[in-house]
T-cell receptor, first 113, second 119 residues
Framework: GENVEQHPSTLSVQEGDSAVIKCTYS??????FPWYKQELGKRPQLIID?????GEKKDQRIAVTLNKTAKHFSLHITETQPEDSAVYFC????????????FGTGTRLTVIP | GAVVSQHPSRVICKSGTSVKIECRSL??????MFWYRQFPKQSLMLMAT?????????EQGVEKDKFLINHASLTLSTLTVTSAHPEDSSFYIC???????????????FGPGTRLTVL
């Protein structure tokens, strides 16, 4: 099955700086890569996603890049704010089975005011 | 956007009892629902996938007789933790997808989660 690795596990940045979180996946047939933000005790919230036919996608301060050849994708948050502090999960969806999402191990982002 | 609800949000039970968790899609038909469990400071681990009207598909290592899943309608899936033990204490989250085409084919919508504590 799919194996998703995520780095770093924790990340601290100063307010206003950029944050980058990286993920790799194993199944070359995966074609959908969402990123979720989860605050303590709450549900994961989709913040951005990218499909395998696109190399980059941007939504205001958030961007995701995808390198299909290398099988890695990254989340970029610019001009970070304290409310960006949360745990971020990447995920990949393969084409086998029931098309379920496989999640990375998560990155705890702390934005220091 | 699509809304998925879960009930209850929190449950505390004694060891040996069974607990049922409901997952509902409120404004769309969820042809497929997924059940995850999440331990503190860890990622979401898929437990099983349920399709309406058919048996659930369980991930390796998940006991189907212990975690009973029923997806009887296009808007409701239930997870029953049978004979719960303290090690079953966790955050259980469901998610749903609409494969009929009315919503984004790709997106999964998550419920708010159920925190189970087994004493």
């Amino acid at each position: 099955g799919e194996n998703v690795e995520q780095h770093p596990s924790t990340l601290s940045v100063q307010e206003g700086d950029s944050a980058v979180i990286k993920c790799t996946y194993s199944d070359s047939a995966s074609n959908y890569f969402p990123w979720y933000k989860q605050e303590l005790g709450k549900r994961p919230q989709l913040i951005i996603d990218i499909r395998s036919n696109v190399g980059e996608k941007k939504d205001q301060r958030i961007a995701v890049t995808l390198n299909k050849t290398a099988k890695h994708f990254s989340l970029h948050i610019t001009e970070t704010q304290p409310e960006d502090s949360a745990v971020y999960f990447c995920a990949a969806r393969g084409l086998t089975g029931a098309n379920n999402l496989f999640f990375g191990t998560g990155t705890r982002l702390t934005v220091i005011p | 956007g699509a809304v998925v609800s879960q009930h209850p949000s929190r449950v505390i039970c004694k060891s040996g009892t069974s607990v049922k968790i409901e997952c509902r899609s409120l404004d769309f038909q969820a042809t497929t629902m997924f059940w995850y469990r999440q331990f503190p400071k860890q990622s979401l681990m898929l437990m099983a996938t349920s399709n309406e009207g058919s048996k659930a598909t369980y991930e390796q290592g998940v006991e189907k007789d212990k975690f009973l899943i029923n997806h009887a309608s296009l808007t409701l899936s239930t997870l029953t933790v049978t004979s719960a033990h303290p090690e079953d204490s966790s955050f259980y989250i469901c998610s749903a997808r609409d494969l009929s085409g009315t919503l984004s084919y790709n997106e999964q919508f998550f419920g708010p989660g159920t925190r189970l504590t087994v004493l």
